[in-house]
């Protein structure tokens, strides 16, 4: 990569970012926190290395750095919610809500770590990217007002711009061309039997198959993902988007 385009790159993330802050103020939410990879520590940093928190971002309370805290992101119910749902979602009066029922989230217990100065209101954007990446933005006040009104009609254009921000930070440094894992259907049949705890025995009485051809196919699908062992091929099967969550299936 030429330092031309990685500086284009940088460019556009530090457009987006501003364009997260301004949005935040236009809706009555000005303070933000974000996120690249939430299982990540490291915060998102722009050209010169600097925290976009320290240069770009305000939070409640400017004395609490959270993203120098290595365990902030397993204290906090937002970063907990990100994990469960990909829709934006609000918070409001205790709770979390979005535009329809969503029963993961409303069984969270929104309980704030003892901050100086808690969140009273707030929108956040989730981004599952490839890979198993989940990165969020966080806009929000310490204001307590009816945020609904504002998340019909701002949650879908916020999350977009989350997502571009995101995934276009996650993007910097890689490579134009990578390598593709395309697996047969085949494969991602037998990945997904024993994603469900079957042994390849079972799989081959469930797929009509002998256990040498389940085999084959287990062992075929981690060498295209450059894995070794079974467990090793379902999880990165599961990051690629071929495995989803598994409820009760009895079939393919």
């Known amino acids: 990569m030429t330092r031309t385009t990685a500086q284009a790159e940088h460019d556009l993330v530090q457009a987006l970012a501003v364009q997260v802050r301004d949005d935040g103020a236009r809706i009555g939410l000005p303070y933000i926190a974000v996120s690249a990879d939430i299982g990540d520590p490291e915060p998102m940093r722009d050209a010169e290395g600097r925290p976009f928190a320290e240069t770009l ?38 709770r979390f809500g979005t535009w329809r029922p969503a029963p993961r989230l409303e069984r969270i217990d929104v309980v704030q770590a003892p901050e100086r100065v808690a969140v009273g209101t707030a929108i956040v954007a989730p981004a599952h990217l490839p890979g198993g990446v989940i990165g969020a933005v966080v806009w929000a006040s310490q204001e307590v007002f009816d945020i609904r009104p504002v998340f019909e009609r701002e949650a879908a254009s916020l999350h977009a711009l989350a997502l571009k921000m995101l995934a276009t930070y996650n993007d910097l440094g890689v490579a134009a061309k990578s390598e593709e894992v395309r697996l047969t259907r085949r494969e991602i049949q037998c990945l997904k039997w024993a994603a469900d705890g079957k042994t390849d025995v079972d799989i081959g009485e469930i797929m009509k198959i002998s256990t040498p051809t389940v085999r ?31 409820k009760s299936r009895t079939k393919v």
């Not at 196919?217 to 981690?222: S, V």
């Not at 295209?224 to 079974?230: D, I, L, N």
């Open 57 to 94: 971002f305000n939070w409640l309370d400017p004395d609490l750095h959270y993203w120098k805290d290595r365990s902030f992101a397993l204290r906090s119910p937002f970063v907990f919610g990100a994990r469960y749902t990909a829709e934006p979602f609000y918070f409001v009066e205790g």
């Open 216 to 246: 084959f196919h287990m062992r075929n699908a981690a060498d295209k993902m450059g894995v070794g062992g079974r467990s090793q091929a379902v999880h990165h099967a599961t990051t690629l988007g071929y495995i989803g969550e598994r």
